[in-house]
T-cell receptor, first 111, second 111 residues
Framework: NAGVTQTPKFQVLKTGQSMTLQCAQD?????MYWYRQDPGMGLRLIYYSASEGTTDKGEVPNGYNVSRLNKREFSLRLESAAPSQTSVYFCASSERRDTAFFGQGTRLTVV | RKEVEQDPGPFNVPEGATVAFNCTYSNSASQSFFWYRQDCRKEPKLLMS???SGNEDGRFTAQLNRASQYISLLIRDSKLSDSATYLCVVKRGDSSYKLIFGSGTRLLVRP
């Protein structure tokens, strides 16, 4: 049982480049989330999807877009990467009031 | 004011000590509560759920006070391996099932 799988694990981008972070879960969860974590800081919610077909902004959505492709997959897109988006990105999934499970994270550096 | 607030620490304690962490939340729509553990910017992992009646898992005890909107975690007989960041997590009970993290409390257990 893979749980939550994120790709890629590491990425270096040049300022202005675009990329998509992929996330897939195999637990049949309805809710999925994207967080970023900067050094010395907690996890900040970028976007979330309460169920297939819905997405909502979190605390720090600027510069990002998301797609809930189907129940399994929730992708995060950076259209024009900026150095301020250098961070560790975590995807998570959960079912209603239950606990959430996390992917291993994507370490993104924008130069 | 952040929706979930924790003392960032660090708490520096000797092996065998008892240590307590506190967390407050501001949104009364919060319905589910958890403590997660995070090591060295790896993905957060569930430590335990928190129930109004209080719950215990080995050396760990969690308490929830809904009236005061307060959550606690008690670790008894601290081990070196308990050194980590402990994240207080709150999940909304509305249809969003939004998952909100505190910024974390860092624990260092010394020999």
């Amino acid at each position: 049982n893979a749980g939550v799988t994120q790709t890629p694990k590491f990425q270096v981008l040049k300022t202005g480049q675009s990329m998509t972070l992929q996330c897939a879960q195999d637990m049949n969860h309805n809710s999925m989330y994207w967080y970023r974590q900067d050094p010395g800081m907690g996890l900040r919610l970028i976007y979330y999807s309460a169920s297939e077909g819905t997405t909502d902004k979190g605390e720090v959505p600027n510069g990002y877009n998301v797609s809930r492709l189907n129940k399994r997959e929730f992708s995060l897109r950076l259209e024009s990467a900026a150095p301020s988006q250098t961070s560790v990105y975590f995807c998570a999934s959960s079912e209603r009031r239950d606990t959430a499970f996390f992917g291993q994270g994507t370490r993104l550096t924008v130069v | 004011r952040k929706e979930v607030e924790q003392d960032p620490g660090p708490f520096n304690v000797p092996e065998g000590a008892t240590v307590a962490f506190n967390c407050t939340y501001s949104n009364s729509a919060s319905q589910s509560f958890f403590w997660y553990r995070q090591d060295c910017r790896k993905e957060p992992k569930l430590l335990m759920s928190v129930y109004s009646s209080g719950n215990e898992d080995g050396r760990f005890t969690a308490q929830l006070n809904r009236a005061s909107q307060y959550i606690s975690l008690l670790i008894r007989d601290s081990k070196l391996s308990d050194s980590a960041t402990y994240l207080c997590v709150v999940k909304r009970g509305d249809s969003s099932y939004k998952l909100i993290f505190g910024s974390g409390t860092r624990l260092l257990v010394r020999p």
